[in-house]
């Protein structure tokens, strides 16, 4: 079974400002992928970003980068320089082998971004 | 560009009414998904798809049946539509042989009286 945690159910940024999202998660997998999606108002579902468990560099994506620590099962999202179209819920979730079996979420975290 | 598509996506429907709700991807993706999610919450999974006739069911137990006759096409339905099956479904589609990604179509939302 897999688990994801994210403990922080909303957040508010200034604008500009660096956000980091928490996540942690649990797996008995020993090989698993890590996703960051972010769902707007709208309420489509838009890929963020791709961690594998073996790879060796944190990933990035534009503004966005992965903060993987795999001995405290953490894959925290962090975005730079914050944007209002930034504000969304951000989901975080965890597939084995990558996810060919579907994925798990977390509840989310709604960011607001303030002018 | 991804393109899966989602049709309705908006239904209102009386309570003891069959629905199907339909999902299609141009992309030639082996792998589809169905996830449900209420407002708010986070995304359950209810089915899955490795390729043409094969399915799965998901976490997340769910009185719906799908079917997976043609690689582009994943449709959902349930034959009896009752109050609690109010929710957004989303459809998705991977390949995981070149990229992790999973597409999600725009969802429907149902609303069952």
């Known amino acids: 079974a897999q688990k994801i945690t994210q403990t922080q159910p909303g957040m508010f940024v200034q604008e500009k400002e660096a956000v980091t999202l928490d996540c942690t998660y649990d797996t008995s997998d020993p090989s698993y992928g890590l996703f960051w999606y972010k769902q707007p108002s709208s309420g489509e579902m838009i890929f963020l970003i791709y961690q594998g468990s073996y790879d060796q560099q944190n990933a990035t994506e534009g503004r966005y980068s992965l903060n993987f620590q795999k001995a405290r099962k953490s894959a925290n999202l962090v975005i730079s320089a914050s944007q209002l179209g930034d504000s969304a819920m951000y989901f975080c979730?965890?597939?084995?082998?990558?996810?060919?079996?579907?994925?798990?979420f977390g509840k989310g975290t709604h960011l607001i971004i303030q002018p | 560009e991804a393109d899966i598509y989602q049709t309705p996506r908006y239904l209102v429907i009386g309570t003891g009414k069959k629905i199907t709700l339909e999902c299609s991807q141009t992309?030639?993706?082996?792998?589809m998904y169905w996830y449900q999610q209420d407002p708010g919450m986070e995304l359950h999974l209810i089915h899955y798809s490795y390729g043409v006739n094969s399915t799965e069911k998901g976490d997340l137990s769910s009185e719906s049946t799908v079917s997976r006759i043609r690689t582009e096409h994943f449709p959902l339905t349930l034959e009896s539509a009752r109050p609690s099956h109010t929710s957004q479904y989303l459809c998705?589609?991977?390949?995981?042989?070149?990229?992790?990604?999973?597409?999600f179509g725009p969802g429907t939302r149902l609303t069952v009286t």
């Open positions: 998705a589609s991977s390949d995981q042989g070149v990229n992790y990604e999973q597409y």
């Open positions: 979730a965890i597939g084995a082998g990558g996810g060919a079996d579907g994925l798990t």
């Open positions: 992309m030639g993706h082996d792998k």
